[in-house]
Structure formats: C-alpha cells, structure tokens
C-alpha cells in the first residue's frame, strides 16, 4: 500500500465478506478518521486503515508509534446491545487479535485486558472507544495496532513484532478473525471468548500487580468475570473486581 494522504481507496477486507476497507495513507489517528465516517452514518463492518500515524493513540493516553509498515486500522461495529456491553468488545478483539497473531507463528498470550503478547513482548494493542446516541449504543470502534516490520524500544516493556508476513496478510488475518469472534459474540455472548481470553491469560493464581488510577494493588489472578472484568485475590482473602486499570510487567 502506498502512502496516499487523505485519499481514501475503498475495497473488501481479504475477501471477507460483508466488510468495507477505507484504505488511507498518513493520518493523524485512525480512530478519528473512523469516528468521522461513524458520524456520518458508515455501516457496521466498516473498517479504516493507515499505512501511517501522525499522532497514533494507545491506552491510558499513551502514545502509539505508527511509522509505515505496521498494522493500524479501526473497525466501526454497530452491535444491537445496550452500552455497558460495549466493553466486552475489548476482550473480543484481544481473543481474535490472538487468533490472527498465533496464524504467524510463535508463542501468543493475552495480558488484561487487551495486550497480546508474542514470545513475551507486546506485539498489538487495542483501543475500545463507544459512540452513543440519546443514550443508546450507536457505534464502537475498535483500534488495533500491531507490529509487523518494526516494533518501539520501550524504557518500560518488552515489545516484539509479527515476523515472516507483511502488514497486508497480518490485517487481512485480523479482519477474518475479528469477523468469526464478533460472531460468536452476537449469537453466544462473552462465554466461549471469555474461554478463549483464559486459555491464553496468566494461570490463576499468579501473581500481579494493578495500577488503577493511581492506586496500586498487588494480588493473584483469580480468572475473569462473565462481563470482561478482571478478577484479582488479595492478600486478605477478598477478590477485587477491575473493570479498567493497567498491569505492571
Ligand atoms: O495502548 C494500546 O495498547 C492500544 C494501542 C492501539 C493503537 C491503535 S493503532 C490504530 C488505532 N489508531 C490509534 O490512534 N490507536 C489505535
């Protein structure tokens, strides 16, 4: 793909049917580009591809690196479900994340919520943003990037990147991928992808440390509820449920 600025080419995601591809070259943000169209009425299964960030967005107000050669793309799903559902859409995308990264090769684990991780270090992360309208759930974009044909230094966590595959076949994997697992959501709920997250999750029982908001907790992996959340034991015996926070390598 070559870099075309603010030029959009429309196809279909690797032959997957009912999706749309707007291909863009440098933006400033997928996520912003896809909530424009979202705005503007895009259907569900719409999904936006850079071939570069400007000013690419992670988690938690992090930066996210996005020079060429990499996967950045934000998928518009329009899902029929009241909104405090939304966010089990972040487990989803991890587990088809997972699913599209294992097709590569190499040893693949999912980190709470969303991180994968390939042969230990992050590979691809996913940022989960909820349209609503009067109320209601009207859209949710899901932003995926992964690395391919480079990966950031990171002062503070092991990065790794997809080996053996260029950007093309990684996002066409990922769209198939997300396609089955949204499926399997809409007509079976969490159940079978909270399986999937745990197969690839930490054992129970292991130690972790959380920071949520600034609070600092330290605990075992003691599974993951059916709506997403986090489970962690404390030392007292009790379990802590977390809907959002950050865990420490
Ligand atoms: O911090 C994370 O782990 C989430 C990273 C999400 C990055 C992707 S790249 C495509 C989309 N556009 C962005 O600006 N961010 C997401």
């Not at 859209?139 to 092991?158: C, F, K, Y």
Request: hydrophobic share 45%; glycine share 14%; charged share 20%.
């Amino acid at each position: 793909m070559t870099a075309r600025r603010a030029t959009a080419v429309e196809g279909s995601a690797g032959g997957v049917d009912g999706w749309r591809v707007v291909e863009l070259g440098a933006v400033a943000s997928t996520m912003e580009a896809a909530r424009r169209l979202a705005e503007d009425g895009a259907a569900g299964r719409t999904v936006v591809r850079a071939a570069e960030q400007t000013g690419g967005r992670g988690r938690m107000g992090r930066p996210w690196s996005s020079p060429p050669g990499n996967v950045y793309m934000t998928a518009i799903l329009r899902p029929d479900v009241p909104t405090a559902r939304a966010a089990e859409l972040s487990i989803v995308a991890a587990v088809a994340l997972a699913d599209a990264v294992a097709q590569f090769g190499g040893d693949v684990a999912l980190k709470w919520p969303n991180d994968v991780l390939l042969n230990g270090g992050k590979v691809a992360g996913v940022l989960l943003e909820a349209i609503a309208e009067g109320g209601a759930l009207s859209a949710v974009l899901i932003g995926i990037g992964v690395n391919v044909a480079s990966r950031p230094e990171l002062p503070d966590r092991r990065t790794s990147r997809v080996e053996g595959a260029g950007a093309d076949a990684v996002f066409e994997a990922l769209v198939a991928a997300l396609e089955a697992r949204y499926r399997q959501w809409c007509r079976d709920g969490l159940a079978g992808i909270r399986s999937a997250w745990l197969a690839r999750g930490p054992a129970i029982g292991a130690p972790l440390t959380i920071y949520q908001g600034n609070e600092r907790l330290e605990g075992r992996f003691a599974g993951m509820e059916g709506d997403g959340t986090l489970a962690l034991a404390l030392a007292d015996g009790s379990i802590r449920r977390i809907a959002s926070g950050e865990i420490v390598e």
